[in-house]
């Protein structure tokens, strides 16, 4: 029915159309909810995530305990596929390593977006400044790849 149509003017037709229009299909065909999962988990194909899988000084029982006590650093350390993010998180910033050091980019980045970022050098170091309170990660450009770690409170 077209606007133009007798009886829009009615309030009880333009419902009934509705009605209609949505009585038509309640449920989403199958077909469509596997092709919304399967583009849900490409969302991230360009930044391939790098876990805390190898080490966090906090983790380290006897670590920590002498850590807390002296107010040293917090060393973590973020491994995917023949990539390493090595951080050391003090009060004076971020001092960090990206393997295998090549010429590149990171950012530090916050829930709300990034903090600061920083050139690698020729062996893939970067320093960065004190981070902010709250759940961090890091996001690297290396050679055409984008990698992020995992979130961690620093």
């Not at 209609?20 to 999962?37: G, I, K, N, S």
């Not at 490409?42 to 002296?70: C, F, M, Q």
């Not at 530090?108 to 970022?117: I, N």
Request: net charge negative; proline share 6%; charged share 25%.
């Amino acid at each position: 029915m077209l606007r133009d149509d007798p009886g829009w003017e009615s309030d009880e037709v333009l419902l009934r159309e509705l009605r209609a229009a949505l009585a038509e299909e309640r449920d989403v065909p199958e077909h469509l909810l596997q092709a919304a999962r399967a583009a849900y988990t490409w969302r991230t194909v360009d930044a391939e995530l790098l876990a805390l899988t190898s080490y966090d000084s906090i983790l380290d029982a006897g670590l920590a305990k002498r850590a807390r006590a002296a107010q040293t650093a917090r060393q973590l350390v973020f491994d995917a596929e023949g990539f390493s993010v090595q951080v050391e998180v003090t009060e004076a910033g971020v001092a960090g390593q990206v393997l295998p050091a090549r010429p590149g980019r990171v950012w530090l980045l916050t829930a709300t977006g990034p903090v600061e970022d920083a050139e690698l050098d020729e062996l893939g170091m970067f320093l960065l400044g004190p981070p902010p309170a709250g759940p961090v990660r890091f996001r690297c450009e290396v050679d055409g790849r984008t990698v992020m770690t995992d979130w961690v409170c620093v």
